[in-house]
């Protein structure tokens, strides 16, 4: 006897990266920026006003969504703003598939794909991306789902499908291809060009990775006015909260210190990843805020637990292709060093 339905009995449900809570654990697991939101946000959230909470906040999020379309120089009608990017993850899924309407990825990929599609009761077909994460254009396109979902930068890999690929593929889908991009701000460039080409586009963007918001919970979605109406009709009617949008115009508003940060981010991700190689881990060209990385010894499951013992959290996936890897967020250069002398204490 269950009151679920079938698919949702079967299925296992997402599992977000571990917290451990403790003053000297180092927490590069999912993939948040190691440093502070901007002072204008801070201060933004210090000057509330408690009418804002007394009412009902926006429908649509429309400072918010002002803000963007001022930043990416797009009309508003093109833009329309979740509870992290993952809620919009969720109302594309449920606009767009169903039993007979197909999810369609190259994997391995970011795993909540798979776990909506399974919410969903929606078919979900994987193709296989080669060991260098080409992507498998050709399958995909005679694939044909109803959606495909793209994460470039990819998780949890860190590279990037180039965009003539990515125009191609738009090209030759009858169906609608999403291009995560929750990690462009440390990526050299982005697909958004491709959401104002082709009427089958959504680029998907957050303010968890570049801005330091994971907490607060926001994220757009852009493409053309006709998709955005229908993603409209399928959100919660308020489906992002007063402060996170007052919160989310003050980091908007200061490029400079997302720029920044992310720059000092990518200087450190190199500096890791060289140090990673010295141990002899095999690493994935990442243009994202996080490293995957091949154990030399292949046993990264192990590696993983005495990471953990030490206070030091990795994200490890127990998934064919992954158990031999880590992979790991670029922290501060404080951490980064703090990880890599117990990876060598670790492996001898
Ligand atoms: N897409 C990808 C590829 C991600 O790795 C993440 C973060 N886990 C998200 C989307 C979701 O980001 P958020 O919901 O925090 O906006």
């Known amino acids: 006897m269950t009151y679920f339905r079938h698919n949702i009995e079967q299925m296992s449900g997402y599992v ?30 210090r000057n509330l006003d408690g009418e804002l909470l007394r009412r009902y906040p926006e429908p649509m999020a429309g400072r918010f969504r002002t803000a963007v379309s001022a930043a990416l120089d797009l009309p508003s009608d093109w833009i329309i703003v979740g509870n992290g990017s993952d809620e919009l993850l969720g109302v594309i899924t449920r606009a767009c598939t169903s039993p007979q309407r197909q999810i369609v990825c190259p994997m391995p990929t970011y795993v909540l794909y798979r776990t909506l599609a399974q919410i969903q009761d929606a078919e979900f077909v994987e193709i296989p991306y080669d060991d260098n994460y080409n992507l498998p254009l050709e399958e995909i396109i005679a694939a044909n789902g109803a959606v495909t979902f793209i994460a470039s930068p990819h998780s949890p890999s860190g590279t990037v499908v180039p965009l003539d690929l990515l125009d191609k593929l738009a090209a030759q889908l009858q169906s609608i291809l999403v291009i995560d991009e929750a990690y462009v701000d440390f990526a050299a460039e982005d697909a958004l060009e491709l959401a104002k080409k082709h009427d089958n586009v959504i680029v998907l963007r957050t303010l968890s990775k570049g801005y330091s918001l994971a907490g607060i919970r926001l994220g757009f979605a852009v493409a053309n006015p006709g998709l955005i109406a229908g993603l409209m009709k399928v959100k919660d009617s308020y489906n992002v909260d007063a402060i996170a949008c007052i919160v989310g115009v003050a ?12 720059e000092k981010i990518k200087t450190s991700r190199a500096t890791l990843a060289s140090e990673l190689q010295k141990l002899n881990f095999d690493v994935c060209p990442s243009q994202a805020n996080f490293l995957l990385a091949r154990s030399p010894h292949g046993n990264a499951e192990y590696l993983y637990h005495s990471l953990k013992t030490r206070g030091i959290l990795v994200r490890y996936f127990p998934q064919p292709r992954l158990e031999d890897k880590l992979r790991i967020t670029v922290g501060t250069d404080e951490q980064n060093a703090q990880l890599v002398k117990a990876l060598a204490e670790i492996m001898g």
Do not use: C, F, M
Request: no cysteine; net charge negative; charged share 10%.
């Open 16 to 45: 977000p990266g571990e917290q451990l809570i403790g003053t000297n654990i180092i927490k590069i697991n999912s993939n948040e920026n190691p440093y502070p939101p901007s002072p204008l946000v801070l201060a933004a959230l």
């Open 251 to 262: 980091a908007l508003q200061d490029q400079a210190h997302k720029n920044a940060n992310a």
